[in-house]
C-alpha cells in the first residue's frame, strides 16, 4: 500500500462526490414524488390506475438498473431524429440528464411500494376520527394519513436511500466522471487496482454513514411517541370534583 | 318544548345480504341523554355511525339541528350529495370511539386542538386555552404534553372526550366508551361522562353499562335485530319492562 498515492488518489476522487450528490439528490427528489403519486394511484381503488402503477413498478424493479440506463441512454440515442422531432433531444443527448432519469424512474418504483406499505399501515381508527371531526379529504391526508405513513416508511426508505448513492456509481458507464468513473480513469493510468478502489469504497462508505446517522436523527426527531413519558412538568394536580366522584 | 337536535328518521343499512338496520327512527331533543342498548349484532353501533355518515344509510333521513343531509343515489349505492356538507355536520357532532383513536403522532393537547384550529379556523391562543381547560375537565391536564402511547386507557378516553369536547358539539355520539377498558378503568370515563350529561349536553351512548343507562340517561332504546324493540324512560323500562326480550337482556348484564 502506498499511503502517498492514496493520497493523491483521494484528492482525484474527492471531485466526483458533487456529481454523486447532485444525482443522488435530484433523483431521489424527484423520484419520491413521482412514487408518492405510484402509491396513491396503487391505493386508489380505480383499476385502471392500480394497474398502470403496478405495471410500472414491476418492469422497473424487475429489470438491472444498469440495463434502464443503457437504454435511455444509447437506446433512445437510436431514435434521434424522432426525439429531436419532438423537441427532446437536448434532454436526452446529455448523460447527466439520462442517469437522473433512469435513477429516478428506478427509485420510483422502490419507493412507491415502500410509501405504500406506510399508507396502509396507517390504523383505520385514526382516519376515521379524522373523518368524524370534520376533515376534508385533503386535510385528512396531510394532516393525519400521511404524517403517520411517514413515520412508518422512514427505516425502509432509508434503506432506499443507501441504495442510490451507491447506485450513481453506475452513471460512470454512460461516461459521467463520478467517484467510480474517475477511480476507472485512475486505474487505466496508474493500473493499480487496489488501493483506488479501496479508497473509492471509503469514500462511499463516509458518504452512508453520514446519511445513516442523519435517517437516524430524523427517525428520532418524528417518534417522541415511541420513547418514554417525558417527566411530569406539573405536579400532580388533584382530579376535579366532577371526576372524582359524581 | 326543546328543540329536535338530531332526528333519524327510518333507517335501514345492509352490508351485503345482511340486512343490520330495518328501519330505525330516533329523535333527541337538546339535553337528552338516550342510552342505545342491543346485543352485539342488534344494529346500535350502525345506527351511530350512520348519524355521522361513518356508514351512509340505504334509506332513510338523519337530520341534526334542523339540517337534513342530503343523499343521492348512485350506481355504487348511495352517498352524501354534498361532501362539504357531510364535513360540516360531522364538525357539529363530535363522536367518541370504542379504541379511543387519538392520533398516535400528536401530543394530548394537540389531539385536542387539532379539529379547532384546522377544521373550525378558531385562533390557536384561544384553542389552547380552552383544550387545557378542557383536559383540566376531564382530570389529565398534566398529561398534555405526553403522547396517546403513554397514558392508560382510561387516561386516553378521557383525552378522547375532550377532543370531542373542544369542537363545541351540537351532539355527542359515545360508540361503547367503555368497552376497550379493563374493569377498573371504566369507573374514570364514566363519571366524566355523568358530569357532562348533568351539564345538559345533548348525548347518544351506546353502552353495556346498565348502571349509566339507567342512572343517568333519560331515554333508553333497545335495538333487537335491526329494529327498535322498546323504548322509554329508563326508571319505567328497567323496574317494569315491557318486552320479554329487554327483560332477558338486562337480567344477562346484571
Known amino acids: 500500500m502506498d499511503l502517498a498515492f492514496m493520497g493523491r488518489t483521494f484528492l482525484t476522487l474527492i471531485e466526483g462526490v458533487p456529481l454523486l450528490l447532485e444525482l443522488a439528490g435530484l433523483s431521489l427528489t424527484i423520484g419520491a414524488a413521482f412514487a408518492l403519486l405510484l402509491a396513491t394511484m396503487r391505493l386508489s381503488g380505480v383499476a385502471v390506475l392500480d394497474w398502470t402503477a403496478q405495471s410500472y413498478i414491476f418492469v422497473f424493479r424487475g429489470t438491472p438498473l444498469l440495463v434502464q440506463i443503457f437504454l435511455i441512454y444509447y437506446g433512445l440515442g437510436q431514435f434521434r431524429p424522432a426525439l429531436q422531432d419532438i423537441g427532446l433531444w437536448w434532454f436526452f443527448r446529455e448523460p447527466f440528464y439520462c442517469a437522473v432519469f433512469a435513477l429516478t424512474l428506478n427509485t420510483a418504483a422502490y419507493a412507491a411500494e415502500i410509501f405504500r406499505g406506510g399508507l396502509l399501515s396507517v390504523p383505520h381508527g385514526q382516519i376515521e376520527a379524522a373523518k368524524a371531526c370534520g376533515m376534508s379529504r385533503l386535510q385528512r391526508f396531510r394532516r393525519i394519513t400521511l404524517p403517520i405513513a411517514v413515520r412508518q416508511a422512514l427505516p425502509a426508505y432509508g434503506n432506499e436511500i443507501i441504495l442510490m448513492v451507491k447506485a450513481t456509481s453506475l452513471a460512470s458507464v454512460i461516461t459521467l466522471m463520478e467517484v467510480t468513473g474517475l477511480a476507472h480513469r485512475l486505474i487505466a493510468q496508474s493500473f493499480r487496482a487496489v488501493e483506488v478502489f479501496v479508497v473509492a469504497g471509503a469514500i462511499y462508505l463516509f458518504i452512508n454513514f453520514v446519511v445513516t446517522r442523519v435517517i437516524l436523527a430524523v427517525e428520532w426527531r418524528l417518534s417522541p411517541h415511541l420513547r418514554r413519558a417525558p417527566d411530569v412538568e406539573a405536579p400532580m394536580k388533584p382530579a376535579p370534583a366532577h371526576a372524582r366522584g359524581a | ?254
Open chain 2, 1 to 254: 318544548m326543546t328543540d329536535v337536535a338530531v332526528s333519524v328518521r327510518n333507517l335501514r343499512k345492509s352490508f351485503g345480504a345482511l340486512e343490520v338496520l330495518k328501519g330505525v327512527s330516533l329523535e333527541a331533543r337538546e339535553g337528552d341523554v338516550i342510552s342505545i342498548l342491543g346485543a352485539s349484532g342488534s344494529g346500535k353501533s350502525t345506527m351511530l355511525r350512520c348519524i355521522n355518515m361513518l356508514e351512509i344509510p340505504d334509506d332513510g333521513e338523519v337530520t341534526i339541528g334542523g339540517e337534513t343531509i342530503a343523499l343521492k343515489k348512485t350506481r355504487r349505492g348511495v352517498q352524501p350529495a354534498d361532501g362539504r356538507q357531510v364535513d360540516r355536520i360531522r364538525s357539529e357532532v363530535a363522536m367518541v370511539f370504542q379504541s379511543f383513536n387519538l392520533w398516535s403522532h400528536m401530543t394530548i393537547l394537540e389531539n385536542v386542538i387539532e379539529a379547532p384550529i384546522h377544521v373550525q379556523g378558531r385562533d390557536k391562543a384561544v384553542a389552547h386555552d380552552e383544550g387545557m381547560a378542557l383536559l383540566e375537565k376531564v382530570g389529565i391536564a398534566d398529561k398534555a404534553k405526553h403522547y396517546p402511547s403513554h397514558l392508560s386507557g382510561g387516561q386516553q378516553q378521557r383525552a378522547a372526550i375532550a377532543r370531542a369536547l373542544a369542537m363545541r358539539p351540537r351532539v355527542m355520539l359515545f360508540d361503547e366508551p367503555t368497552s376497550a377498558l379493563d374493569p377498573e378503568l371504566v369507573g374514570e370515563v364514566l363519571r366524566v361522562m355523568r358530569s357532562l350529561a348533568e351539564e345538559g349536553r345533548t348525548m347518544l351512548v351506546v353502552t353495556h353499562e346498565m348502571g349509566f343507562a339507567r342512572d343517568v340517561s333519560n331515554r333508553v332504546m333497545y335495538l333487537h335485530q335491526g329494529v327498535v324493540e322498546c323504548e322509554g324512560e329508563p326508571q319505567a323500562m328497567f323496574a317494569n319492562p315491557e318486552s320479554e326480550r329487554f327483560r332477558q337482556f338486562i337480567s344477562s348484564h346484571r
